[in-house]
């Protein structure tokens, strides 16, 4: 009897730690003081107002994708590379494995994978050259493998890279390993969902939407204009999941994130927004299952919605003029439409721009076009403009009462413009001499030599004709020392953006508009969904040099390292 007790005690013994190194390799969450995790949002007290757009809430670092990558053999691929939870690898054809015990998880003390270079799916030494442990134990000579591979169907966690993608099996590329979070990516994870609880008393309906982003920027901190907005929501204590693509993080990149919120019009004033991600597996979801924090909530500053001015955004907002050009004359008592655009660095939006006639003393406000997330393309339609020179200025505020100091503007002429005669002058008729192809003797009387040195004559005179037809395009408003250096996305501003648009112009399948804004002499210095467009149409146009080498059917919209190449080549660099 004590025998058998003993025996059961020891039993369950091995049964417990069996179960405890099964389960080790399950991450069920994280907690705030994994290493990789911290809260960077803003601390203390705060205000917004109605109407406030992109206001941070929450800013933290997500925690370093679990150390998941146990390498069995082979060499690691690098962070945040896919691995196979699923793939056979059978092209890794000269390999198979042993599943001991018929069932459970890998056990390196247990199971074997082995290279059958006799392929006679059993390991032995029988034959030359001999079977090749490459993990595990080595089994007794002549033991049947379970299969072809290296993965059997209950080892859960078993992981494999092929980096050829086929092939035989490589110790110096290849790799198996255990991928316990059971995230699909080496040392590598993806961000899904958020839940978002608020400890003031600021409902739902005091905020317009939530947005969730990915830090993607070159300038930390958060940047409207750098980075990547991946998912949106409407109401506290509801998950808010990815609708676009964040990445893979790791534990040194595009690991940080931020959730904003646009306060709505009609918010309460009084009412407060404490954001907070409360203590629970399911507050930020990974694909992998290391979700949490399960062990503390965490939260930010308490902003108070008021009818003064917020202290979080005192950056002023920026609006240009597009139409008409400085020095431009227009025609009296003909209405005319003065546009342009306008853009909001400090995160609260442009929420209204202004034009003056008169030097800055009298001011009307411009009518909103294209609204995007820092701001809005505009216009303003001068009604019968009288005769003279005026000085023209534009003026942005945004959502907190941020008001930008004009500048110089613009100064232009109302006059009566009078139609110049067209004089034609005649130019002289320049004939170039096109080569002729003279045929000597009759082409049955020739030699299959002459017959080929004739008909390579002919082809020569062919294409010194089309060179004489082609159409160089001309840019003689970019600089002739100009090349695209940078690369360029939505939101962005400068001189370059007028360059691109000026090539993308330059030709009508690729052009932004036919008229207005953004076409053939009306370009802007702004990268809006105009350009993105233009760009998009010029990468697929030129996919093979731009977008086959990336893997890529469709275009993007980002200026990145080919689409450059194709337009400094259309430049002549």
Same mark, same amino acid.
């Given at each position: 009897?004590?025998?058998?007790?003993?025996?059961?005690?020891i039993?369950?013994?091995?049964?417990?730690?069996g179960w405890? $190194? =099964?389960?080790?390799?399950? #991450?069920?969450?994280? &907690?705030?003081?994994? *290493? %990789?995790?911290s809260?960077?949002?803003? !601390?203390?007290?705060g205000?917004?107002?109605?109407?406030?757009?992109?206001?941070?809430?929450?800013?933290?670092?997500?925690?370093d994708?679990?150390?998941?990558?146990?390498?069995?053999?082979?060499?690691?691929?690098?962070?945040?590379?896919?691995?196979?939870?699923?793939?056979?690898?059978?092209?890794?054809?000269?390999?198979?494995?042993?599943?001991?015990?018929?069932?459970?998880?890998?056990?390196?003390?247990?199971?074997?994978?082995?290279?059958?270079?006799?392929?006679?799916?059993?390991y032995?030494?029988?034959?030359?050259?001999?079977?090749?442990? $490459? =993990?595990?134990?080595?089994? #007794?000579?002549?033991? &049947?493998?379970?299969? *072809? %591979?290296?993965?059997?169907?209950?080892? !859960?966690?078993?992981?494999?890279?092929?980096?050829?993608?086929?092939?035989?099996?490589?110790?110096?590329?290849?790799?198996?390993?255990?991928?316990?979070?059971?995230?699909?990516?080496?040392?590598?994870?993806?961000?899904?969902?958020?839940?978002?609880?608020?400890?003031?008393?600021?409902?739902?309906?005091?905020?317009?939407?939530?947005?969730?982003?990915?830090?993607?920027?070159?300038?930390?901190?958060?940047?409207?204009?750098?980075?990547?907005?991946?998912?949106?929501?409407?109401?506290?204590n509801?998950?808010?999941t990815?609708?676009?693509?964040?990445?893979?993080?790791?534990?040194?990149?595009?690991?940080?994130?931020?959730v904003?919120?646009?306060?709505s019009?009609?918010?309460?004033?009084?009412?407060?927004?404490?954001?907070?991600?409360?203590?629970?597996?399911?507050?930020?979801?990974?694909?992998s299952?290391?979700?949490?924090?399960?062990?503390?909530?965490?939260?930010?500053?308490?902003?108070?919605?008021?009818?003064?001015?917020?202290?979080?955004?005192?950056?002023?907002?920026?609006?240009?003029?597009s139409?008409?050009?400085?020095?431009?004359?227009?025609?009296?008592?003909?209405?005319?439409?003065?546009?342009?655009?306008?853009?909001?660095?400090?995160?609260?939006?442009?929420?209204?721009?202004?034009?003056?006639?008169?030097?800055?003393?009298t001011?009307?406000?411009?009518?909103?076009?294209?609204?995007?997330?820092?701001?809005?393309?505009?216009?303003?339609?001068?009604?019968?403009?009288?005769?003279?020179?005026?000085?023209?200025?534009?003026?942005?505020?945004?959502?907190?009462?941020n008001?930008?100091?004009?500048?110089?503007?613009?100064?232009?002429?109302?006059?009566?413009?009078?139609?110049?005669?067209?004089?034609?002058?005649?130019?002289?008729?320049?004939?170039?001499?096109?080569?002729?192809?003279?045929?000597?003797?009759?082409?049955?009387?020739?030699?299959?030599?002459?017959?080929?040195?004739?008909?390579?004559?002919?082809?020569?005179?062919?294409?010194?004709?089309?060179?004489?037809?082609?159409?160089?395009?001309?840019f003689?408003?970019?600089?002739?020392?100009?090349?695209?250096?940078?690369?360029?996305?939505?939101g962005?501003?400068?001189?370059?953006?007028?360059?691109?648009?000026?090539?993308?112009?330059?030709?009508?399948?690729?052009?932004?508009?036919?008229?207005?804004?953004?076409?053939?002499?009306?370009?802007?210095?702004?990268?809006g969904?105009?350009?993105?467009s233009?760009?998009?149409?010029?990468?697929?146009?030129?996919?093979?040099?731009?977008?086959?080498?990336?893997?890529?059917?469709?275009?993007?919209?980002?200026?990145?390292?080919?689409?450059?190449?194709?337009?400094?080549?259309?430049?002549?660099k």
């Amino acid at each position: 009897m004590k025998k058998a007790k003993k025996f059961l005690a020891i039993f369950l013994m091995i049964a417990v730690f069996g179960w405890l $190194i =099964a389960s080790s390799l399950k #991450v069920e969450a994280f &907690t705030t003081s994994d *290493d %990789g995790f911290s809260n960077n949002s803003p !601390t203390g007290t705060g205000s917004v107002v109605p109407d406030q757009r992109n206001v941070l809430l929450l800013d933290f670092n997500l925690p370093d994708p679990n150390a998941d990558a146990t390498t069995i053999t082979g060499t690691a691929p690098s962070a945040g590379t896919a691995i196979s939870a699923t793939t056979s690898e059978t092209d890794w054809s000269a390999l198979g494995y042993i599943d001991a015990s018929g069932g459970g998880a890998w056990d390196v003390a247990a199971d074997t994978i082995f290279i059958d270079n006799d392929g006679d799916d059993k390991y032995g030494i029988e034959s030359s050259p001999a079977d090749l442990v $490459i =993990a595990g134990i080595t089994p #007794v000579a002549t033991t &049947t493998q379970t299969g *072809d %591979g290296v993965r059997d169907s209950d080892w !859960t966690y078993l992981t494999t890279y092929d980096a050829a993608s086929g092939g035989v099996w490589s110790s110096t590329t290849d790799w198996i390993g255990l991928d316990s979070d059971l995230s699909g990516y080496y040392q590598g994870d993806k961000f899904y969902s958020i839940l978002i609880n608020n400890l003031g008393d600021a409902a739902s309906g005091d905020i317009l939407i939530f947005k969730v982003w990915v830090e993607d920027g070159t300038n930390a901190g958060f940047q409207v204009n750098e980075d990547t907005h991946v998912g949106s929501g409407t109401a506290f204590n509801t998950a808010i999941t990815t609708s676009t693509d964040p990445g893979v993080y790791t534990s040194t990149s595009k690991d940080r994130m931020y959730v904003t919120a646009d306060i709505s019009p009609t918010a309460t004033i009084n009412r407060t927004i404490l954001a907070q991600v409360p203590a629970a597996v399911d507050a930020i979801v990974l694909v992998s299952m290391n979700d949490g924090p399960s062990d503390s909530s965490f939260s930010a500053a308490s902003l108070r919605i008021s009818g003064g001015v917020s202290v979080v955004d005192s950056i002023a907002p920026q609006s240009f003029i597009s139409i008409p050009e400085p020095g431009q004359s227009i025609p009296i008592g003909i209405d005319y439409t003065i546009s342009g655009y306008s853009t909001d660095s400090g995160g609260s939006n442009v929420k209204e721009v202004k034009v003056s006639l008169d030097g800055g003393i009298t001011w009307k406000a411009a009518t909103p076009l294209l609204v995007y997330d820092n701001g809005f393309t505009w216009k303003y339609i001068w009604e019968s403009p009288a005769e003279g020179v005026y000085s023209i200025r534009t003026r942005a505020e945004d959502h907190i009462g941020n008001t930008e100091s004009p500048g110089a503007g613009i100064e232009i002429t109302v006059g009566i413009i009078e139609e110049v005669p067209e004089v034609v002058e005649e130019v002289p008729e320049v004939v170039e001499e096109v080569p002729i192809v003279v045929i000597e003797k009759p082409i049955s009387e020739m030699t299959i030599d002459e017959l080929q040195a004739k008909i390579t004559e002919i082809l020569n005179s062919i294409n010194q004709i089309k060179e004489q037809l082609v159409i160089t395009p001309s840019f003689s408003e970019i600089p002739s020392d100009f090349t695209f250096n940078n690369a360029l996305k939505l939101g962005i501003t400068g001189d370059e953006i007028k360059y691109l648009q000026i090539v993308l112009n330059s030709d009508t399948d690729t052009q932004l508009s036919v008229s207005g804004i953004g076409s053939s002499g009306n370009e802007t210095t702004y990268f809006g969904n105009l350009t993105k467009s233009a760009v998009i149409k010029f990468q697929n146009k030129y996919a093979s040099e731009i977008l086959t080498s990336w893997g890529l059917t469709k275009g993007t919209g980002f200026v990145g390292s080919t689409t450059r190449a194709k337009l400094n080549e259309l430049l002549g660099k």
